[in-house]
C-alpha cells in the first residue's frame, strides 16, 4: 500500500475530517515485506514484489528473535534502515545503497540495519487485509518484541491536533527521518495492495523549502556532454508517466547533482529508444528505452510551452516542467510505469498554486 504526497498538516486535517488519524515516522530506507512460514522459512519482498531476501540475510536470522512464539506465520510490512547501533542512530539511504543487491553473506555485512515495523498483514494463517488498521496495529504489538537496533516498531502517536502533529513532524526530521506518513485509523483504514491511497498520505520535510514531494521521474533521452563531461552524457531529459495512454511524457532536462563516476555509470546504462511525448523544441542526441526512475527534487512547478508533462489537464494545450529540477538518487525499487504519473503531477502543480495563494494572503495579513 503506498501513501500520496501532500503539502502540510493543515491540508492533511482537511482530507480527514472526523477520522481518528495516527502518525508514524517515514523512515528513509527500503520499503520489504517479511514473509514468515509455517517451516520456519523467511521470503522477504521489496517493491513491485521484487524478491530481496538475499539482500538481507541478517533480517532473515533474526525474525526468530523478535517474534513471539505463539506467532507460527505472519506477513509483516516494514521499512529496513541503514542503522549505527554504537550511537542508536539512523543512517541514510545512501549508506544502505552500498549493499551488494544479492548473494550477502552475514560474515561480509559491514552496513548494519534495523526493522522499522508498521503493519502486518497475515499472522498465524488469517489474512488482516481486510481489518481496520487499529486492529492490525494491535496484532503488531501483541505478536513482537522489541530488539533495539535490530527489530523496532515504527515511532507513532495518535492524534489529531494541529500542534501535536507539527511537533511529532519536527522530531521525525531530527530523528534523521524524512517526515510522516499519516493514516487513517479506524473508519476505511483497510490494507489496500499495490494503491496508493487517500487514506495514508505523506509529509515529507522538504515540503517547506519546495515543491513538497520529491518525484520518480524516467530518464528517456540525453545530451552528449562538452568540455569536462566530453565522452559522456552531460544532461538528461526525464519524463513521468501518462497511465491513460501509456506514455512517457516530458518534464525536464536535468544536469545538476551529478558526479562524475554516477555520468560514467549511467552513460553505460541507458540505451535506444522507443516513441515519447515531448515538445519539437527538445532536441536530444540519443534517446533511451525506459529502465530506471530517478527521485529528482524541484523548486516549484510551471507551465511549458516545451514540456509536455501533464498537457491537457491543466492547461489545453500546455503542459507542466521542473523548475531548477536536482538528482536525488536512482530509485531501484522501481520500474518505470510505476514513476510519478501525469495525474500527479498536475495534482502538485495545483496544490503548489493554492499554497503560493495562501502564502502570500498570510503575507498580506502580516
Known amino acids: 500500500m503506498l501513501a500520496k504526497p501532500t503539502k502540510g498538516v493543515t491540508e492533511i486535517l482537511d482530507k ?15 520499503r520489504a515485506q517479511i514473509h514468515y512460514m509455517e517451516d520456519g522459512s523467511v521470503q522477504i519482498y521489496g517493491r513491485n514484489t521484487q524478491p530481496i531476501t538475499g539482500k538481507y540475510p541478517d533480517v532473515v536470522s533474526s525474525v526468530s528473535r523478535f517474534k513471539k512464539p505463539s506467532v507460527k506465520s505472519f506477513v509483516l510490512d516494514c521499512e529496513v534502515v ?38 502486518i498483514l497475515y499472522l498465524n494463517g488469517q489474512p488482516l487485509l481486510q481489518e481496520q488498521l487499529k486492529v492490525r496495529r494491535e496484532h503488531l504489538y501483541d505478536s513482537f518484541e522489541e530488539l533495539p537496533g535490530t527489530f523496532q516498531f515504527a515511532t507513532a502517536i495518535i492524534s489529531s491536533s494541529l500542534e501535536e502533529i507539527h511537533k511529532f513532524f519536527e522530531a521525525s526530521v531530527n530523528d534523521s527521518c524524512e517526515g510522516l506518513i499519516i493514516k487513517k485509523l479506524i473508519r476505511d483504514a483497510t490494507y489496500e495492495p499495490s494503491k496508493r491511497s487517500l487514506n495514508w498520505l505523506k ?30 552524457y552531460g544532461a538528461f531529459l526525464l519524463a513521468c508517466y501518462d497511465e491513460k495512454n501509456e ?8 544536469g545538476t547533482r551529478f558526479s562524475e563516476h554516477m555520468l560514467e555509470e549511467r ?13 519539437d523544441a527538445v532536441n536530444p542526441d540519443v534517446w533511451f528505452e525506459p529502465r ?33 529540477p536536482r538528482f536525488l538518487r536512482v530509485r531501484e525499487d522501481k520500474a518505470p510505469d510505476e514513476a510519478t504519473t501525469s495525474e500527479q503531477v498536475a495534482e502538485m502543480y495545483r496544490s503548489q498554486k493554492i499554497n503560493h495563494a495562501n502564502n502570500q494572503e498570510d503575507k498580506e495579513d502580516d
Not at 540525453?222 to 565522452?231: D, L
Not at 523548486?299 to 531548477?324: E, N, Q, T, Y
Open 247 to 254: 506514455e512517457y511524457q516530458s518534464i525536464c532536462i536535468i
Open 203 to 232: 509529509l515529507k520535510k522538504d515540503y517547506m523549502d519546495s515543491i513538497g514531494d520529491s518525484l520518480d521521474l524516467v530518464p528517456i533521452a540525453a545530451f552528449h556532454g562538452r568540455g569536462e563531461r566530453s565522452g559522456v
Open 292 to 324: 530506471e526512475v530517478w527521485e529528482v527534487k524541484a523548486a516549484d512547478l510551471s507551465i511549458s510551452s516545451v514540456h509536455c508533462a501533464a498537457c491537457g489537464i491543466v492547461d489545453p494545450k500546455k503542459g507542466i516542467s521542473l523548475r531548477f
Open 16 to 30: 480527514f475530517q472526523e477520522s481518528e488519524l495516527t502518525c508514524e515516522y517515514k523512515y528513509d530506507g527500503e
Open 82 to 119: 541503514a542503522y549505527d547501533r554504537g550511537k542508536q542512530k539512523i543512517l541514510p539511504f545512501q549508506i544502505l545503497s552500498t549493499r551488494a543487491r544479492k548473494g550477502v553473506l552475514l560474515s561480509d555485512i559491514n552496513v548494519q540495519v534495523c526493522i522499522f515495523a508498521f503493519d
Open 267 to 279: 552513460s553505460a546504462s541507458l540505451c535506444d529508444k522507443p516513441y515519447y511525448r515531448c515538445g
